[in-house]
């Protein structure tokens, strides 16, 4: 690496991120929408020695060409995620909020006595019910029910058994 390369790449170190954003977008010729100090040192470390000692060379570029056009990549990731639960029935929830295999179907009531009180979980879409409550998780269900801290799935008994390899 030459002496010229080394000393910008040295000279990232004290910049604040607002100012290794302008030096991307001068270096890249396009905005970044990162605020990773650490990444926008390595992008730019990469830039100034592919500037400074060249680029890929035409083969290596004609050859990751070839791999990618090979490659089947997506773009965006699909919206809606099939789930096969049997052979009659099939879930479809959106992308990100995939359904963890421990759960009943939404509409499935779990139940459980707890020091007698019984309690009542509504499975739903986005969620779990109780007590005229909406809660993100089991786990934050259970533990305002109970004041403490409960794994959802292990109070309710959801847990996956385990499998019998014989």
Known sequence: MSPNARMQIDAL???????LKD?????????????????LRKRLSWRIQAIEE????????????????DADLRIRAPRR???????AISVVTPKGSIRDERLPLPG???????KGQMIRALIL?????????VYDSLSALVTRITGTRWNGFKFFGLTCKEKNNG
Do not use: H, P
């Open 13 to 19: 170190e004290d910049l604040t991120v607002g100012e």
């Open 23 to 39: 030096r991307y977008e001068t270096l890249f010729g396009d905005t970044t929408r990162s605020r990773n100090k650490d990444f």
């Open 54 to 69: 060249g680029a890929l060379s035409d083969r290596a570029r004609a050859r990751a060409e070839s791999i990618a056009n």
């Open 81 to 87: 995620v099939s789930t096969k639960v049997n052979e």
């Open 108 to 114: 499935t009531m779990l139940k459980r006595n707890y």
């Open 125 to 133: 879409e986005n969620g779990f019910e109780c007590q005229g409550e």
